[in-house]
């Protein structure tokens, strides 16, 4: 039997399955909050309850454990919690996790997260990045008969959401596809009339959220669960096992989820194969490191790059679609100039010259040429583009239609939403830990940025919530300054990197990208990066730094290189920003270069995603 990775748990997609019906959700009995706190005698446990009915009743102090696994610097966080059942038997109780809108953290079922000293934190990449697993033990060794992690369908998840609406959460709450089974003492499913039972809830919490300083690190989470019966029970093989454990906990009448790409099949049961599983409603996902890949706008060439993990030093491409030469497909004479992927795995671009972005279905990402499944006509040059919250943000250059302005769309092409205030050439966009949103405001050399609060308003015409300026309005020195802003990207921490493109502006300066903290662009004023990276010497050939990626599984910040006569041109490299190591003013090694990958990449640029 294969063991599948940690990676290989979450990834893209639903992969096909050759099964049968599948196991439905039914008769709800509530919601259930249930409470982790550490502090410095180790890990804690409370609970919340607001149940609609008293039927289960969780006791007082459930049993926790915090552990660091032989994966260097992975935390496991588990509790086991104890309740009563208050009525007639329930075959098969289970916990499913959900999103309360409002109050969960970046589209999880986590909320309420705090660090060591009780200090609240927002930061929705690290929720996105709970790892939800099966039970461990202290070593953070799996315990098999603690293996409560249950994942479903999406369509499981949206039957159980519709019968849960509005008894016990609100139309604007989503159920996840994951959640805990509830065991007997006997270690078995079914809980007895006025009988107990347990449930264990444990999750990873990867190595970039616990190295980090103690005030800036998850100690502390509340989660949000449904909790409903089954008629039939559910057996989850989680990263940590192989399939013949899984298996062994089966019978002929289970549903029996293989989470992986890889080739075991199960024995028993009913079998529903997963690629990924939903954690959140946000477009984040743990990547599967077989079929991650980074896909690169090749500007000047018509064409997309393709780059695959394991990733090497100075390799080539290792695609490249709708070469002009061979087809007139997809991109011949557009010029595609950013890419973003949607929380399906499709993958959508910008086609400055045609006015336009497009969506290339995730099945059909290994064809060539691509094949568009939608085109929506945006009015003007379509530079930067980021799928969020089910709408496709896209970036308008001043060249031609419509120019200057940040739109909005959602999937079906409709312009839900507008920005004209202040914009001259946006070029990027990004979004922070709590949703605001970030566009590089290249002519203007600023950044800028509308709070969360306004995104849904259509047309929004008001002035930007926060503004960012050039801090050295000089000709020289201006290393720790923003110059021609364009590529952006908040790293795992919190921070913005902003790439400084230079085009036309200073010939003989260094290209840079420059930092800021979490405090620097919450507060007021004009702050002096609290990083700046020089990527080459000054030269009048000197690169400029276009779209910045923050790498999905260790948190390295990639930028794209344009200007053909650098020697750093149509390079892709990747540089090791964790840990808060670069302050100042700090020349870095490039961790891994890509050689000949584009001859003029796009300044929105780089996106990660997986293959099919």
């Not at 080539?316 to 973003?340: E, H, K, Q, Y």
Request: hydrophobic fraction near 40%; aromatic fraction near 8%; include cysteine.
């Amino acid at each position: 039997m294969k063991r599948i990775s940690l990676v290989a748990a979450l990834a893209f997609g639903l992969v096909a399955c050759p099964n049968t019906a599948e196991v439905k959700p039914s008769n709800v009995l509530g919601v259930v909050q249930l409470k982790f706190s550490e502090n410095g005698s180790g890990l804690q446990a409370q609970f919340a309850t607001v149940l609609p009915d008293s039927r289960i009743t969780f006791n007082a102090s459930p049993t926790c454990v915090t552990a660091i696994d032989a994966i260097p610097n992975t935390r496991y966080m588990k509790c086991t919690y104890t309740f009563t059942n208050n009525g007639a038997a329930i075959p098969n109780l289970m916990l499913y996790a959900y999103n309360q809108n409002g109050q969960s953290i970046g589209g999880t079922a986590i909320k309420n997260m705090t660090n060591f000293a009780f200090g609240a934190l927002n930061n929705m990449q690290t929720a996105q990045r709970f790892l939800p697993t099966h039970g461990t033990n202290s070593s953070g060794v799996t315990v098999t008969n603690e293996a409560d992690l249950a994942l479903f369908t999406s369509q499981q998840a949206s039957d159980l959401d519709a019968t849960a609406t509005p008894s016990v959460i609100t139309a604007a709450d989503t159920v996840l596809e994951y959640g805990f089974i509830a065991r007997n003492t006997s270690n078995t499913r079914a809980i007895a009339a006025n009988g107990t039972g347990s449930v264990t809830v444990a999750y990873k919490i990867l190595d970039s959220d616990i190295t980090k300083a103690v005030n800036a690190t998850p100690y502390g989470f509340t989660l949000n669960f449904v909790l409903a019966s089954e008629d039939t029970a559910r057996v989850t093989r989680s990263a940590e096992e192989t399939t013949a454990t899984a298996d062994a906990r089966a019978t002929a009448t289970d549903e029996v989820m293989l989470v992986g790409l890889d080739s075991d099949n199960s024995t028993v049961g009913t079998t529903v194969r997963r690629g990924n599983i939903k954690i959140g409603t946000a477009p984040t996902y743990l990547l599967d490191t077989s079929k991650l890949s980074l896909w690169v706008p090749n500007f000047l060439s018509d064409t997309v790059k393709r780059l695959d993990a394991p990733f090497a030093t100075a390799a080539a491409a290792n695609a490249t679609f709708d070469v002009p030469t061979v087809d007139a497909g997809l991109f011949a004479g557009s010029t595609p100039n950013s890419i973003t992927f949607d929380p399906a795995g499709n993958m959508w671009v910008a086609r400055p010259v045609q006015s336009s972005i497009v969506k290339i279905n995730k099945a059909d990402l290994g064809t060539t040429p691509l094949v568009i499944a939608q085109t929506i006509n945006v009015g003007g040059g379509a530079v930067g583009i980021k799928y969020a919250n089910d709408r496709i943000w896209v970036a308008l250059d001043p060249f031609g239609g419509v120019t200057n302005r940040l739109r909005a769309y959602n999937t079906a092409g409709t312009l839900v939403a507008e920005f004209t205030n202040g914009l001259n050439f946006p070029a990027n966009i990004a979004f922070d830990a709590t949703g605001n949103l970030w566009v590089s405001n290249a002519n203007n050399n600023n950044v800028v940025m509308y709070a969360k609060s306004r995104l849904a308003n259509n047309p929004d015409n008001a002035a930007p919530d926060r503004i960012i300026s050039n801090t050295n309005t000089g000709t020289t020195g201006l290393q720790n300054s923003l110059r021609y802003p364009e590529g952006l990207a908040f790293d795992w921490q919190g921070n913005l990197w902003v790439a400084n493109n230079i085009e036309g502006q200073v010939s003989t300066e260094a290209p840079t990208i420059v930092k800021y903290t979490p405090a620097q662009i919450t507060a007021t004023g004009n702050p002096t990066p609290n990083a700046t990276l020089i990527l080459e010497a000054a030269s009048a050939t000197s690169g400029q730094p276009g779209g910045l990626a923050i790498d999905p599984l260790d948190g390295g910040l990639w930028v794209n290189y344009q200007i053909a006569s650098s020697v750093l041109a149509g390079q892709v490299r990747k540089y090791n920003i964790s840990g808060g190591a670069f302050t100042g003013i700090s020349t870095p090694a490039a961790l891994v270069t890509y050689s000949n990958v584009t001859t003029y990449p796009g300044n929105g640029g780089l996106a990660f995603g997986n293959r099919p």
